[in-house]
């Protein structure tokens, strides 16, 4: 498969300070939107066909993405201009 037969999104990890919320990383990563699966999973009361679906709790979602991470080791924390993009 060459790399012009799929397309490839991007998207980023941000690392906050858990304190003041302040972006201390980024890392950009990209991956190809054929490769992202959800599965949905719940436990359902046995019943009759023709009444609503019950579950018996909340439901477990898995999500699977396979993704290219190039992440570079910075010397330096990012400065406010380089994080004010980031919110």
């Given at each position: ?13 941000i ?23 959800l ?22 979602e ?26």
């Amino acid at each position: 498969m060459s790399c012009s037969s799929f397309q490839l999104l991007k998207a980023g990890l941000i690392l906050l300070d858990p304190d003041t919320s302040r972006v201390l990383r980024v890392i950009s990563l990209q991956y190809n939107r054929e490769l992202l699966s959800l599965q949905i999973q719940g436990e359902s009361e046995g019943g009759d066909p023709s009444e609503a679906l019950r579950l018996n709790g909340p439901t477990v979602e898995r999500l699977k993405l396979d993704a290219e991470i190039d992440a570079v080791r910075r010397e330096r924390p990012l400065s406010e201009a380089e994080t004010r993009g980031w919110g």
